[in-house]
Nanobody, 121 residues
């Protein structure tokens, strides 16, 4: 089993910053991609950003220049630095990690529990 623990959500004013972290533990041999998704009520869960094992990143157009994803392979963590936050960034943010429990084994997908980010005056 793989466990993901998220932290860092909260309430912030427009223009402010937050840093979300997600730590993975359990049966992990290797980690491939890691990423962040977000969801608001009655909407589809949407991709915010992903980072590959090689460090390549991809961002949703709406967050380019404001959000930065990074990973610490020694600690099995992924971080989302969120700057210049806007009210439309308000959502529940979920981390995602694709990993293998052992060599030559299939990838498994695990989600964090979700953390609320609210941007409001």
């Amino acid at each position: 089993q793989v466990q993901l623990v998220e932290s860092g959500g909260g309430l912030v004013q427009p223009g402010g910053s937050l840093r979300l972290s997600c730590a993975a533990s359990g049966s992990i041999f290797s980690i491939s991609t890691m990423g962040w998704y977000r969801q608001v009520p009655r909407n589809e869960r949407e991709l915010v950003t992903v980072i590959t094992s090689g460090g390549s990143t991809k961002y949703a157009d709406s967050v380019i220049g404001r959000f930065t994803i990074s990973r610490d392979n020694d600690k099995n963590t992924v971080t989302l630095q969120m700057n210049s936050l806007k009210p439309e960034d308000t959502a529940v943010y979920y981390c995602l990690i694709n990993s293998r429990p052992g060599p030559s084994m299939s990838l498994t997908t695990n989600w964090g529990q979700g953390t609320q980010v609210t941007v409001s005056s």
